[in-house]
């Protein structure tokens, strides 16, 4: 009797997937962060469901959040929202013969991080975001400071609501959108599967 929402953990990525939680009660589907902008707008005229799809954030390195790692090396699972992201560790390899050995497998001035994603950002995307039909924008902000999670909402909220009644005056801001998130800490930026 409790209207529910899928999670990405539930790895929607076609209009398939959406109609079978449809029909188990579903009400929302948070898509899978590999969905195309082509793919959803194929599930947006396919599907009456709302559609939530992450716009901004860390990216995992394993299918849709689906974390075993975490769980393996911290015993804190990704399915249960406690994710330990030790995609963003640093990461040496050694070889058996040679214990102790560290050898990196590739390093830059920051070290070496052989799972590290980058961040996905989408606000330079807003008018194709929107006209894809997605009903909500999720913000990736797990373990992220007040701070964080205040400037890249409020320059969404901004970018969206700016869009929305005037698209010619986007056009002329995003790049004031872009360093507006880019004031959040953040990794290198991807548009991820999006293109």
């Known amino acids: 009797e409790i209207p529910f929402c899928i999670s990405t953990q539930g790895s929607v990525s076609n209009s398939l ?3 079978i939680y449809k029909k188990l009660g579903a009400v929302r589907i948070v898509l899978a962060r590999e969905c195309s ?3 959803i707008r194929k599930i947006r005229d396919n ?3 709302e559609i939530e799809a992450f716009v901004h954030g860390a990216m995992c390195m394993a299918y849709s ?3 075993l790692i975490s769980n393996y090396l911290t015993d804190r699972g990704a399915n249960q929202g406690e994710c330990a992201q030790p995609c963003r560790w640093k990461y040496h390899m050694v070889e058996e013969t040679r214990p102790g050995e560290y050898m990196p497998i590739e390093e830059n001035e920051r070290g070496t ?3 590290n994603s980058r961040d996905l950002c989408m606000i330079e995307y807003i008018p ?3 006209e894809s039909g997605i009903h909500s924008f999720k913000i990736e902000g797990r373990m992220k ?3 964080y999670v205040a400037t890249v909402v409020k320059a969404y909220r901004e970018a969206i609501d ?3 009644r005037d698209p010619k005056e986007y056009e002329d801001k995003r790049e004031y959108f872009l360093n507006e998130v880019r004031k959040a800490s953040h990794r290198e930026f991807t548009t991820g599967f999006y293109e």
Do not use: N, Q
Request: net charge negative.
């Open 65 to 67: 959040g689906r974390c």
């Open 17 to 19: 997937a959406a109609s």
């Open 113 to 115: 991080y052989i799972y």
């Open 37 to 39: 902008l082509e793919e």
């Open 47 to 49: 599907t009456d469901m």
């Open 162 to 164: 700016t869009y929305l």
């Open 145 to 147: 400071t007040p701070l």
């Open 128 to 130: 194709e975001l929107v």
